[in-house]
């Protein structure tokens, strides 16, 4: 009974986290479905967002203008990804690299030169907090969070079924055919890079008023997290769920569906050094689960006996 009471307190803050992070999932959705490149600056980019939103409320600047700042942090980051892919022919995973690495120093630089930099809730009016998680009040910052997450997507299946957004979707699913028809693919990976870490870096600022501070290594993993909430969603919600906003939802739900999951393993007293390795072990299978459904639940095509073909070859003809 107590084990069931924890782990109902605890399912609040995992659906917040969940929600904050399927900000970020939905990020790497864009790039790792929609334009089908490995970018790993996520694990900077994130780190960025915090650290700019954390800087400028400190600052004075209203968490609303904060979080701008972050986005356009993550806009800039995206950037310059993009330019190392596109306009020095840097394989994508490396160019996300180099700019991860350097993201590095710059948070450092953003945040005075400290690894952390706390913004008390007590001190600072901020958007969400972990505080107020579980409390019946305005200060919950679950209904905030679901209402950005409805209108992000909804403005991403917007902006998706414009052209530009098309031609993005068209660079994608096959970028020789987009080229064939007057497509600039450079410019729309860059922008669809662009797009990506911005989102990233808008739920690395919401992530650090969230936990009340913001630290150069609060990325570190986002990736994992990222991939694993884009899988748990499709893996789960894949059949149900076609219509493309519909489909980014699934990814924010995934994020929750994760967290809830890690939620659950540390309730039964597993040890928190072990995080990383249940994260693995999580991804992992759900990864396992369209390979194993296909593998041992779906039956084999029988081969159309050689006779068969024959006579029907001589009835088309």
């Excluded at 009016?125 to 997507?153: E, G, I, K, M």
């Excluded at 986002?222 to 919600?237: H, K, P, R, T, Y």
């Excluded at 924010?252 to 994760?258: D, E, R």
């Amino acid at each position: 009974m107590d084990f069931l009471t924890s782990l109902l307190n605890a399912m609040p803050g995992a659906v917040a986290q969940g929600l904050i992070w399927g900000l970020m999932a939905i990020g790497v959705y864009l790039t790792f479905r929609i334009l089908d490149v490995a970018d790993l600056t996520v694990d900077g980019s994130l780190a960025t967002g915090g650290a700019v939103c954390v800087m400028l409320i400190r600052s004075g600047w209203s968490p609303w203008i904060a979080l701008l700042g972050a986005f356009c942090a993550g806009l800039a980051a995206g950037l310059v990804t993009g330019v190392f892919h596109t306009r020095c022919g840097i394989p994508a995973i490396l160019a996300g690299i180099l700019t991860q690495l350097a993201l590095y120093s710059v948070n450092l630089r953003i945040m005075d030169s400290k690894s952390n930099q706390p913004v008390s809730v007590d001190k600072y009016d901020l958007l969400t907090s972990q505080r107020y998680v579980r409390n019946l009040s305005l200060d919950n910052p679950l209904p905030l969070l679901l209402v950005f997450t409805a209108v992000l997507v909804l403005a991403l299946y917007w902006f998706f079924g414009t052209e530009l957004g098309s031609s993005i979707r068209a660079t994608g699913a096959n970028p020789h055919m987009a080229r064939a028809q007057g497509i600039n693919t450079d410019s729309n990976i860059v922008l669809g890079l662009m797009l990506s870490n911005g989102l990233v870096a808008l739920s690395g600022g919401l992530l650090a008023q969230f936990q009340g501070a913001s630290d150069v290594n609060m990325g570190r993993g986002a990736i994992v997290i990222g991939l694993a909430a884009v899988i748990i969603g499709e893996v789960v919600f894949g059949k149900l769920f076609h219509n493309f906003a519909l489909t980014l939802l699934s990814v924010s739900l995934g994020a929750i569906i994760y967290y809830m999951v890690i939620q659950v393993v540390l309730k039964l007293g597993l040890n928190t050094n072990d995080l990383k390795l249940i994260t693995a072990l999580v991804v992992a299978l759900f990864l396992s689960v369209p390979y194993w459904k296909s593998r041992h639940f779906h039956g084999k095509v029988k081969p159309v006996p050689a006779a068969e073909g024959a006579n029907g070859g001589n009835e088309h003809a």
